[in-house]
């Protein structure tokens, strides 16, 4: 059964920091392209940032460059998202995808998401 769960979310003041963590189970980690989504209230879901599948590629929206990083550790099968310097307009669930192109088809797992609440 595929899975995948995310952690670390909660309220932070502007200007702190969180680590996300999502872990995988149930297909071959290694094998699958990460990503981090996130949708506030009333938003669509916006692409946050990507990370190949050995972690040697990396790209991130322009809302958040220089202050988010996505890492992975396939022994683990976990993606990271360090955020830092967080502002109230970072407040969404986040979510961890999952995605692997074979031929024509394309393989994409989502978890259930994780709140990030960014709050004086």
């Known amino acids: 059964q595929v899975q995948l769960v995310e952690s670390g979310g909660g309220l932070v003041q502007p200007g702190g920091s969180l680590r996300l963590s999502c872990a995988a189970s149930g297909f071959t980690f290694s094998y699958y392209a990460m990503s981090w989504y996130r949708q506030a209230p009333g938003k669509e879901r916006e692409l946050v940032a990507g990370i190949s599948t050995a972690g040697g590629y990396t790209n991130y929206a322009d809302s958040v460059k220089g202050r988010f990083t996505i890492s992975r550790d396939n022994a683990k099968n976990t993606v990271y998202l360090q955020m830092d310097s967080l502002n109230p307009e970072d407040t969404a669930v986040y979510y961890c995808?999952?995605?692997?192109?074979?031929?024509?088809?394309?393989?994409?797992?989502w978890g259930k998401g994780t709140l990030v609440t960014v709050s004086s």
């Open positions: 995808n999952a995605v692997r192109a074979i031929g024509g088809s394309r393989m994409d797992y």
